[in-house]
Each structure stands twice: as structure tokens, then as C-alpha cells.
């Protein structure tokens, strides 16, 4: 029997009964995140769940969690994928026409040559006109997207197949308090799972991965069969996770046990039903019916697709965890060449600032433009991609905005720039009272340029 100190691990002939005759139950965010899939791979979804329903039990749990955000997640793509105002917005050519005449008659720096300049003018009067039906394209193929969706919403071949699938009674409201009662205390105590909701749920809700928990331990109570558990909440509540670079109280797990169940859920599992029970990521659940269904591949329709479904799934779920875990001093980039999302830290620039007066008439004094030059590469494919980032200095001393343009990749979470750069020792000059770099003794450049004047004029 499992103890809180037996290592997570499952052995081969365990994992293989579990997968002969046990009940493969999902979590609400597996069942939801097919929906983040194309039309053509939630059918295929729909006909994997289907072809698998006589094993398939949900608990009420996830029946009314699913049904209460089904439709805002089948919605999220048309307000997080689908809105084309920054396409529509770009000036790009509005922008090169403006540089351009500033450029022309231009005898001091910054400036171009006329023949490069001419190849530039060449250039953008080939792509002006494309610009235009490009933005048209994009916004038409944008909308038979967001229509797509929502037709979904009204032959939801999914919901369809969850509505036959075998499913749990709910707790009563009795029943319900005494899992909060426990709940309590498994909080304090930080035993999951459900304990990492509680700071950003409120009531019963906080609970409900632990009343999932409960109903699973109920019902395999009565049938005596293992379970399949399939979710992505991949938090430290339900699976092992090193936490100790943000809790030093924290227990250091082997880099072995990372993202497997946690260990005292194992334990009450067995102890309290006498079976066994194993976790699986949707993208390992995948890649697990690939391999027992190879020998039955010319009986099962969907076989073929099974890889192409699990790749999709792996890039999701490499997208969510980057999401999840990625720093404030970092930027997100999703490469132009391969498509994968991946994270630069700022530590991996050199912020070598260059620039200078951008405009000499303002209310509070000369603004100031730095830019620096970076670049780096996917870590998928090794796509260079050249990172240009834009500071502007207004009134001197203060940082007024910023701007990040990505060549070869598009920028997804940007970084704080003010923490990048040092826009020097700024204060009131003693003499003039301009904000500016003053030295030791209180004096702006200019002003101590005219001490020094009077001091030699008076010697």
C-alpha cells in the first residue's frame, strides 16, 4: 500500500491493467481546451471520446463546470485570435512615405544616400498597392473564422458526445459542507488538490478540484476499478512541481517526480478504494492510444489523425506553460518561421543605447529617442530574429514610452524597458533650475561650462 513517502512512480504492468479495464475519467480544462483545436480536430476529438465512451465516466463536477464555460471558452478565440485591428491600424506605408521626406535633402545625420534612398522609393511603390487587398484578405479570412466559431456553438459535436458519456451524481448540500469543512484544512496545510484556487476563487468554487477528487474516490469506491486521470492543471495542487525558488520553505522534489500526482494523492487513493490511479497529460493520453490501438490502426477511422492531434495538443500545452511560468523580465516571441512560442530573457541582451535629440520643441525640453539593436534565435528551428527596441526621454531624466519591433517573429509579451536602461543622475540644476544631470556640486553641464569660463576669465 502507498504511503505519503513512497516515491510517484507507476510500473509497467500496473500501467498497463489501468489502461486494460480502468475508467478514464476527464477534468474540466481537458474536455475545454478542445476547443481552443480547429472544427476538424474537435470531430476528431468528438470521435476518439465516442469510440471510448463505454470507459468513460465524468464527475457532476466537471458536467457543470463544462456546461457553465463552454461557451465563453468556444468564444475566446474570436476576442483573444481573431482581432485584426493591429492590422488594419498598421501605417507602415504612411510611416516610410514620412521617413522618406524627412530623409530628402537631408546634409546631416541622420541620412541616406539618393541611391538608396531612390531603391527605397522604387520598393514601396511596389508594395503600396499590395498593402491594401492584404488587409482585406486578413479581415475576410477573420470573420469566416469568428462565423466558424460561432456555428460551432450551434452543432457542437463535442457537447453532443459529453451529453452520452457516463457521469456522477452531485454531492448534496450536506455533503457539499463537509468537503469544505475538510477542504479547510487541507488549505491550510497546503494538501491538494484545489488548495493553489483558493486565492482567486471565492466560495463553493474554490472547492471544486477537490469535489472532483471526492467524486472520483466515490464512485471507484462502488465499481472497484482504476482510473485514467486526465488533466492539464498541471499546478503544484495536483501534480509535483519545484516551488522552492519561490517558497525556500518548500520541499526540493527530484527532477524525476516533476509533474507526476502528487504523492499523498496517490496514497489516499489507495487507501481509501484499494485501486490504483494514474495522471495523464490530453497530449500523453494521446500518444498512449497511438501506441494500443497500433495493431487495431485499420479498424479505428481516426487512427491516422492521432499524431497529427497530439503535435497540436503538445504546442498548446507548451504555449500554456510558458504562459504560465514566464517572467516579467522576459519578452514572448512566436517565431515567423516555425510557429513555436518561446522566451528571451533580458539577461540575454546587451542594451548597448544609442541615440539623441528626436525633437528639440517641447514645453518641458528636448526629447530624447534611444534604440538598441538586439537579436536572437528560435530555439526550435534557429530562426534569427532581429529585435529592435525604442526608448523615448521626456522631460530629460524621465522615461515616457517605449517601443519593441521584432523582425522574423512576433512579440507577444513584451518586457519593461525602464528597468533596461539608465537615463543618468537627474536633478535640479542649483544655477538654472533646468532638469538635467547635475554633478557633485548641483551643476547641469552648460552651467558648469560657465563656471569654468568665469573661473579661467578671472584668473
Given amino acids: 500500500m502507498r504511503t505519503i513517502y513512497t516515491p510517484t512512480t507507476i510500473d509497467k504492468e500496473t500501467e498497463y491493467q489501468l489502461w486494460e479495464s480502468g475508467i478514464i475519467v476527464f477534468d474540466t480544462c481537458a474536455l475545454l481546451d478542445f476547443y481552443y483545436m480547429t472544427r476538424e480536430y474537435q470531430e476528431i476529438m468528438a470521435d476518439i471520446l465516442e469510440y471510448l465512451s463505454d470507459r468513460i465516466w465524468l464527475p457532476a463536477q466537471v458536467i457543470y463546470e463544462y456546461n457553465k464555460n463552454r461557451e465563453s471558452v468556444m468564444l475566446k478565440p474570436i476576442s483573444e485570435k481573431y482581432q485584426d485591428k493591429d492590422i488594419q491600424n498598421n501605417h507602415f506605408v504612411d510611416d516610410l512615405k514620412e521617413f522618406i521626406m524627412q530623409w530628402e535633402k537631408q546634409y546631416y545625420h541622420p541620412y541616406l544616400t539618393t541611391e538608396k534612398l531612390n531603391t527605397i522609393k522604387t520598393s514601396l511603390a511596389i508594395i503600396e498597392p499590395e498593402i491594401a487587398p492584404i488587409k482585406t484578405i486578413i479581415s475576410k479570412e477573420y470573420q469566416e473564422r469568428k462565423q466558424e466559431i460561432r456555428e460551432i456553438m450551434d452543432n457542437d459535436e463535442l457537447a453532443e458526445v459529453v451529453k452520452i458519456l457516463q457521469h456522477g451524481d452531485p454531492f448534496s448540500f450536506s455533503e457539499i459542507k463537509e468537503i469544505i469543512n475538510e477542504g479547510t484544512i487541507r488549505y491550510a496545510n497546503q494538501i491538494g488538490p484545489g488548495y493553489m484556487d483558493a486565492s482567486d476563487k471565492d466560495g463553493i468554487r474554490k472547492y471544486g478540484d477537490l469535489i472532483i477528487w471526492k467524486e472520483i474516490l466515490r464512485y471507484v469506491g462502488q465499481v472497484k476499478k482504476g482510473v485514467i486521470f486526465i488533466t492539464n492543471d498541471v499546478k503544484g495542487d495536483w501534480v509535483i512541481a519545484d516551488e522552492t525558488d519561490k517558497n525556500k520553505r518548500a520541499e526540493k522534489p527530484t527532477p524525476e517526480e516533476i509533474g507526476r500526482p502528487r504523492r499523498e494523492l496517490l496514497a489516499e487513493?489507495?487507501?481509501?478504494?484499494?485501486?490504483?490511479?494514474?495522471?495523464?497529460?490530453?497530449?500523453?493520453?494521446?500518444?498512449?492510444?497511438?501506441?494500443?490501438?497500433?495493431p487495431h490502426q485499420t479498424e479505428i477511422d481516426f487512427y491516422g489523425k492521432?499524431?497529427?492531434?497530439?503535435?497540436?495538443?503538445?504546442?498548446?500545452?507548451?504555449?500554456?506553460?510558458?504562459?504560465?511560468?514566464?517572467?516579467?523580465?522576459?519578452?514572448?516571441?512566436?517565431?515567423?518561421?516555425?510557429?513555436?512560442?518561446?522566451?528571451?530573457?533580458?539577461?540575454?541582451?546587451?542594451?548597448?543605447?544609442?541615440g539623441g535629440v528626436e525633437d528639440y520643441d517641447r514645453g518641458m525640453g528636448e526629447e530624447y529617442k534611444h534604440e538598441a539593436q538586439e537579436y536572437c534565435n528560435c530555439p526550435y528551428c534557429d530562426n534569427q530574429i532581429d529585435i529592435k527596441l525604442q526608448v523615448w526621454e521626456y522631460p530629460v531624466g524621465a522615461f515616457n514610452m517605449q517601443n519593441i519591433e521584432v523582425e522574423g517573429g512576433e512579440l507577444e509579451e513584451p518586457i519593461d524597458l525602464s528597468k533596461c536602461i539608465d537615463l543618468g543622475d537627474y536633478d535640479t540644476c542649483e544655477r538654472c533650475g533646468e532638469h538635467a544631470i547635475v554633478n557633485d556640486i548641483g551643476l547641469c553641464e552648460s552651467c558648469q561650462e560657465d563656471f569654468d569660463r568665469f573661473v579661467e576669465s578671472d584668473d
Fill in 269 to 294: 487513493f489507495e487507501e481509501q478504494t484499494g485501486q490504483k490511479i494514474w495522471f495523464y497529460k490530453t497530449t500523453d493520453f494521446i500518444k498512449k492510444l497511438e501506441e494500443l490501438y497500433e
Fill in 306 to 354: 492521432l499524431g497529427v492531434v497530439r503535435d497540436v495538443l503538445a504546442r498548446m500545452e507548451r504555449d500554456r506553460h510558458i504562459r504560465e511560468n514566464h517572467s516579467t523580465d522576459s519578452m514572448l516571441i512566436r517565431c515567423d518561421e516555425c510557429g513555436e512560442l518561446f522566451e528571451i530573457g533580458k539577461n540575454q541582451f546587451c542594451f548597448e543605447w544609442e
